[in-house]
């Protein structure tokens, strides 16, 4: 017997907004959170624009211990804020840290990218390279630990069931959603934080500096560089944050009694292999198709049915091979499924 799997909890730290209300206001808006760093300037980056959540420094206050503060990088201070207000919104009490009991029914897949490079190029490499490692400290192999943002939170919400960081570039965090989906359906947990969370750093950021896919036209005017799909996109921006989501079961949900915000179909992952036109960094078209076609075969329902469509764009050359209504006509063959209920 499978489980239907629902969302009941979000949590968010974005350059525009931290917090549901905040994030969702700055949207509607039009707020854009992308602003001019001097020192990327100074550095010589063409890219002399990013989102960085602001305030950060006062919310890790309210959410970690100073101890936690210690061993905590930015990633990992940003998948924290996140998961908490995600777990909290969800309607469920966060443990003490001096109690022994242990949540064996919730867990969490958060993803990353970049992981800690802030400590591992301003702290690890220098020390050493100057012959002090052995002054590093020993919080430091939590802080450069790809996994250490879905470590900490486990520890903070006394996680017992699967904690683990995936990492697959721009899917990092639709996969952990898709991961996590899959371990409650089939019974493996009854609650399952999943997202992606990501530090800033010039180090991170350098590498799409150097491929120049990054936008470098509106440093004068930050607030409009971010452009995806519009005739003067010149490129992504670099930014960080965090966005998670607290996923469960429909029965455990329905037997807290806790608020649902929507009902999780269907999710698929796969590779194109590189091949057929596909990289590393560009998709395989046939790899694309075959996963929308069986995430929508799996949720049994037809493309007609589907309201929006999240495309990936980058505001670089990829964003013209979205074509939305391609992407319908390439489903449409699939059969039609009763709307779901909770009842």
């Not at 979000?10 to 905040?22: F, K, R, S």
């Not at 936690?68 to 201070?77: G, I």
């Not at 690890?124 to 490692?133: D, E, I, M, R, S």
């Not at 019974?187 to 399952?192: H, N, S």
Request: hydrophobic letters at 40%; aromatic letters at 6%; charged letters at 20%.
């Amino acid at each position: 017997m499978t489980e239907r799997v629902v969302v009941t909890g979000l949590g968010v730290v974005a350059p525009n907004g931290n917090g549901t209300e905040a994030f969702a206001r700055a949207l509607r808006e039009g707020k854009s959170g992308v602003r001019f760093f001097p020192h990327l300037r100074e550095m010589g980056f063409s890219c002399q624009v990013g989102g960085v959540p602001q305030g950060i420094d006062e919310l890790r206050t309210r959410y970690l211990t100073e101890e936690e503060q210690m061993c905590t990088n930015q990633n990992m201070t940003a998948a924290a804020i996140a998961a908490i207000d995600a777990w909290t919104d969800a309607g469920l009490a966060r443990p003490a840290p001096e109690s022994d009991e242990v949540d064996w029914d919730s867990g969490a897949i958060i993803g990353t990218g970049c992981g800690g490079m802030d400590v591992v190029a301003e702290k690890l490499v220098p020390f050493v390279n100057a012959g002090k490692a052995r002054r590093l400290g020993s919080t430091v192999i939590e802080q450069t630990l790809i996994s250490g943002n879905s470590a900490r939170v486990g520890g903070l919400l006394a996680l017992g069931n699967q904690v683990s960081t995936n990492s697959s570039a721009c899917t990092t965090g639709n996969e952990a959603v898709v991961e996590a989906f899959r371990h409650i359906r089939w019974g493996g947990a009854k609650r399952m934080l999943a997202g992606g969370s990501e530090g800033h750093s010039k180090y991170g950021w350098a590498g799409g500096d150097s491929m120049k896919v990054q936008c470098c036209t509106f440093n004068h005017a930050p607030e409009k560089a971010s452009r995806p799909m519009s005739a003067t996109a010149g490129g992504f921006v670099p930014a960080a944050g965090a966005g998670i989501l607290l996923l469960e079961s429909l029965s455990s949900a329905q037997a807290r009694g806790a608020r649902i915000y929507a009902e999780v179909l269907a999710g698929q992952v796969n590779c194109g292999g590189q091949r057929m036109g596909g990289s590393m960094s560009a998709p395989n078209p046939e790899g694309v198709r075959r996963c929308v076609r069986a995430a929508v075969a799996m949720a049994g329902i037809r493309s007609e049915e589907i309201d929006a469509i999240n495309g990936h764009l980058t505001a670089t050359f990829a964003d013209p091979r979205f074509d939305e209504s391609r992407l319908r006509r390439q489903t449409s063959q699939l059969a039609k499924m009763k709307a779901p209920s909770y009842g």
